[in-house]
């Protein structure tokens, strides 16, 4: 039985007050952030390298604590979050990287499974729910052959794959096309959004200024660390609107 | 109960994935538990068998209170009960006049020279075997003053020197040990501790990804204290066996030395308890040296 902080319907799965993070005295990569992101919310992440995109992502999924100010993900204070609770709150937050994190010496559906591993997910159905990812991302053929074998947009769609296993209901991805070429790009941000119209809070750190147009979501433009800029979806997400 | 039973299901998988994954530094690991418990199993094996062999010259141990000519045989009897209730006291023997004469003829290799006198000059005595925490100077000073001035004894016969040698031979062989133990115990904790720290750093990819996921600190760690204890385990019994091997091979010449010096040579191999000691020892050791590898890693 899984055990999870209930967060009421419509509260915001992330909201954010006045966070700064500040690794060196003076100098903030994240300065004086307000945010709050609504359920089943899309919402782009963009600024120049040193912005803050890569910090922001990483105090959601509690890689982090911030320096100054209150952060609410999926309920649960992040200051305050003691070492043993930050798993738990990952298992409900899928993290994508651009270097794809994943095992090398590890099949596909091992790979995959990891997430459902740490819950102690009893193997057959492990194995039915690894199958069925692999079948969204359209490698359920490949699920036993190992990462390196793979092409770069396959080994995204893995761990793609990984972090959506255990349907989470936020999913972050840091630059998770910034390897891949334009169009492998559009495959995995197809799928990205293919997750956030189940219901799934989707924030994508991007520099590519073709997908922000092209998918039309919220935008959040980081500059030295502040928001400067929220440009609201051009259509708002099915999620967003309940 | 299912969720806990598939935990360990993954945990012990993780861990034969680990050793499988890193055979080398689990050989190492399981070679270096060996050579320790080799050297702190061969010690306490010595330590063990020179125990023995002292405790069996211990036993021998005795004084010997030479009676008066004159005494009664109620006065005698009376001794004995008197000289028994003594502290320290294991049994008392009384060695009549007669068979003093008879011990002495056997050790002379006969009458002759006693042949000349009209009577027999040997005193009749009671031989005082002590018990073993009474083997020491300490104690005999306490019953020779128990026993000093008691009617019918005339003279208290005691090797003090060979009490004391004896004692401080058992003190020091036993402190040598324990020193030694505690050392090489010592060292192979942190030889341990750095072989599984070389692993934790080797599979630091995996550690990330899996914190990625959401693993709670006891599912990485377990398969790692796993790992631990398999190698400990192996470790042990390696030992276990290589000592065994060089007892048997030793054991002849060490026999006939022994033998040559000492007349005795009671030698013993470890029993099954602490044959089973030594493996458990180095499973304990291969655990403790995880844990100190993970704690010291913050994992």
Redesign the interface.
Known sequence: MRRRTLTAAGEPPVRMYHVSKSYMAGQYALHDVSLEVRRGEFIFLTGASGAGKTTLLELIFAEETPSEGQILVLGRNVARLGAGAIPALRRRVGVVFQDFKLLAERTIEENVRLALDVVGTPRRDARSRVFAMLKSVGLQHRRFHHPLSLSGGEQQRVALARALVNEPEILLADEPTGNLDPELTIEIMDLIVKASTRGTTVIVATHDHSLIERYGKRVLRLEGGRIAEDIPAATPTAGAMA | M???L??I??AIANSVRGIR?ATTTSLMAVLTISIVLVLVGSASLLVDNMTGILDEFGAELQLVAYLENDVSKQAQRELVEHVSAAPGVDRVEFVSKDEALVRFEELAGGAELLAGLDENPLPASLEIHLRPEARNADAIAILDAALDGLPGIDELAHGQEWIEGYGQAVSMVRAGALVLSMVLGLAALLIVANTIRLALYARR??L??????????T?VRVPFMMEGIFQGLLGGLFALLLIYGAFELALPQVRIGLELVLGRADLHFFSTAESISLVVLGAGLGLLGAITALVGGRT
Do not use: C, T
């Open positions: 299912s969720r806990v598939n935990l299901a993954i994954g990819d995996e990330e990804i899996l914190a990625l996921v959401g693993a709670s600190r599912f």
